[in-house]
Nanobody, 121 residues
């Protein structure tokens, strides 16, 4: 069974920084794309940043220039460095990964449980 465990969330003042981490574990053969989504109260879950297996990145317009996604392939870990945080960045942040499990014939999408990020003074 796959597990995606996020960490690094918390309370930060506007203008501050946080780094989220997500470690993937389980019976993994390959990991393709990884990314981060967020869901604010009363709103839908939306894309924040993604990185393909080839290293291409995509960001929501609202976070471009402030957030950076990166990954450590050897550690099956994806990071989200968040700088210049704003109150509107407050949300639960979810990690996602496209994983080819051992013995499977196609990639499957898995999600973490989420980590709360609150930006407030």
């Amino acid at each position: 069974q796959m597990q995606l465990e996020e960490s690094g969330g918390g309370l930060v003042q506007p203008g501050g920084s946080l780094q989220l981490s997500c470690v993937v574990s389980g019976y993994i053969f390959l990991i393709n794309g990884m990314g981060w989504y967020r869901q604010a109260p009363g709103k839908q879950r939306v894309l924040v940043a993604t990185m393909t297996g080839g290293g291409s990145t995509d960001y929501a317009d609202s976070v471009k220039g402030r957030f950076t996604i990166s990954r450590d392939i050897a550690k099956n870990t994806v990071y989200l460095q968040m700088n210049s945080l704003k109150p509107e960045d407050t949300a639960v942040y979810y990690c996602t990964a496209e994983i080819l499990p051992f013995g499977a014939d196609r990639y499957l999408t898995y999600w973490g449980q989420g980590t709360q990020v609150t930006v407030s003074s």
